[in-house]
């Protein structure tokens, strides 16, 4: 009985907060409205967010007196989230500006909050530059995992080989053809050295007209080539910021850059951390492009691709078609995955 009460009296508790959480929501919804309603803003624009701080934004104008400009804005609350790459529509008030709209996304980069919820963290994103190093060694598998988040979300990938300067006898051949078996299913290689320059105009070009993000291990070498791309913003190198190590919930907010000679870059520790949240054990094998045609295929329609017979992966290991170090890393992830799940 005395259960059921306490129950009932936090139900109206929770409700009773809830109330003045919308009360103060829409408040604060009038207050824009009002300031909306008076003539004192400006036309209708298209701008882009370039960095977003609790709940105020900077809005890049892309179309009038003030192109190119970055303007202050509060937004409309019942815009849902605003993130860094959104287009959005926006008015000039007389100190900041006002968001009234956001235009549909291209893309999403998702990752959980401290709560666990999966929120937005940029949007719009067209190009994922996956980087190694010579040094430290790369893993193909931490390559499959950045690969299988990139698939997900529908955003194109590259994987770029930092620190050729560092290439010798011992690491080539091993580096090399790892590389190839990615060449040979299909994705884009880069090789680049941030130390002499090598590689620097080809991957100049590849960032052109797009908006790109850099992910990768630690110690790879992406402030470096950040830097040696973008000349003034002067990102710590070889500093392991505390936002950096596992475990940490970053909160530094995502900032648009645009590369002199064209195209962007969003970045920010978390989304350099980027990688596989929340995935289901059955969306891993469309991560993994030259597997998920061959799924389809096997006898059984709920094949595990263990140990039934007409297993299409399977036999497609078998005969050399799927390289073994790709049919392993797809395994390794799925288990990873199943045991986070359970
Ligand atoms: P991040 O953690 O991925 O941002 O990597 P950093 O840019 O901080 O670089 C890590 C270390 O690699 C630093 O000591 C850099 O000086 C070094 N480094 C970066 N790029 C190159 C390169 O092209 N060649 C060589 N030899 N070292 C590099
Ligand atoms: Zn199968």
Not at 105 to 127: H, W
Not at 129 to 141: G, Q
Not at 235 to 253: E, I, Y
Not at 256 to 271: A, M, Q, T
Request: net charge negative; aromatic share 4%.
């Amino acid at each position: 009985m005395a259960k059921r009460k306490l129950t009932r009296r936090q139900n109206w508790r929770i409700q009773k907060i809830q109330e003045e959480r919308a009360a103060r929501a829409s408040k604060k919804d009038a207050a824009i409205d009002e300031q909306l309603e008076n003539s004192d803003l400006g036309p209708e624009q298209h701008g882009l967010i370039i960095s977003h701080f609790g709940r105020t934004v900077d809005v890049e104008a892309n179309e009038g007196e003030r192109q190119g400009e970055i303007i202050r804005c509060h937004m409309r609350t019942n815009l849902g989230q605003l993130v860094t790459g959104d287009q959005v529509i926006w008015r000039e008030g007389k100190d900041s500006g006002v968001v009234v709209a956001k235009l549909e996304r291209k893309s999403e980069l998702l990752r959980p909050n401290p709560y666990g919820d999966m929120k937005p963290v940029a949007a719009n994103i067209d190009f994922i530059v996956i980087t190694v190093a010579v040094e430290p060694t790369p893993h193909a598998n931490l390559i499959d995992r950045y690969l299988v988040a990139a698939e997900l979300s529908g955003i194109e990938p590259v994987i770029l080989l930092n620190k050729t300067d560092l290439l010798n006898q011992e690491n080539r051949e091993k580096i090399e053809a790892m590389l190839q078996r990615y060449r040979d299913i299909g994705y884009e290689v880069l090789l680049a050295s941030s130390s002499s320059d090598e590689g620097l105009s080809d991957l100049k070009t590849k960032l052109d007209q797009r908006i790109s993000v850099f992910v990768g291990q630690s110690g790879v070498g992406k402030s470096s080539l950040i830097n040696a791309l973008l000349p003034g913003i002067e990102l710590k190198v070889g500093a392991l910021s505390s936002q950096t190590r596992k475990g940490r919930h970053t909160t530094t907010t995502a900032r648009l850059f645009h590369f002199p000679e064209g195209g962007d870059l969003i970045d920010s520790p978390g989304i350099r951390e980027f990688g596989l949240w929340h995935i289901e054990p059955n969306d891993v094998i469309d991560g993994f492009r030259e597997l998920q045609p061959l799924s389809g295929l096997c006898r059984f329609r709920d094949c595990n691709h263990e140990k039934e017979p007409g297993c299409a992966l399977k036999s497609a290991v078998e005969d050399g078609t799927i390289s073994e170090q790709r049919w392993n890393s797809y395994k390794h992830i799925l288990c990873s995955i199943e045991e986070q799940n359970s």
